[in-house]
């Protein structure tokens, strides 16, 4: 079992940046890839960046790519996703998720999620 909890959403004016992080109980929390998604207002959820259990491998979505940064320290199990230049259409609610196998981009390939961390982005 892996417990999730965000952090770091909020209000920031357009050009801001943010850095959201994700802790994880439990002691496997290595062995897991972790991913980022998000869910605006009347829009599904989609991917947004995911990163592989040893952080060597991350990827992103086109959407975000050159903005955001994700990262992981498995000692703290821990996943952080660092925003910068943030646009009005980033805003939405961001939740982390764990599977025990490679990144995916369909949110329901994923077996634990966090409640979700509120980012708005005022123009």
């Known amino acids: 079992q892996v417990h999730l909890i965000e952090s770091g959403g909020g209000l920031v004016t357009a050009g801001g940046s943010l850095r959201l992080s994700c802790v994880a109980s439990?002691?496997?929390?290595?062995?897991?890839?972790m991913a980022w998604f998000r869910q605006a207002p009347g829009k599904e959820r989609e991917f947004v960046s995911g990163?592989?259990?040893?952080?060597?491998?991350?990827s992103y979505a086109e959407s975000v790519k050159g903005q955001f940064t994700i990262s992981r320290d498995n000692a703290r199990n821990a996943v952080y996703l660092q925003m910068d230049r943030l646009k009005p259409e980033d805003t939405a609610v961001y939740s982390c998720?764990?599977?025990?196998?490679?990144?995916?981009?369909?949110?329901?390939?994923?077996?634990?999620w966090g409640q979700g961390t509120q980012v708005t982005v005022s123009s």
């Open positions: 998720a764990a599977r025990s196998a490679s990144i995916q981009v369909v949110p329901a390939l994923y077996n634990y």
């Open positions: 439990g002691r496997t929390f290595s062995s897991y890839s």
């Open positions: 990163i592989s259990w040893s952080g060597a491998s991350t």
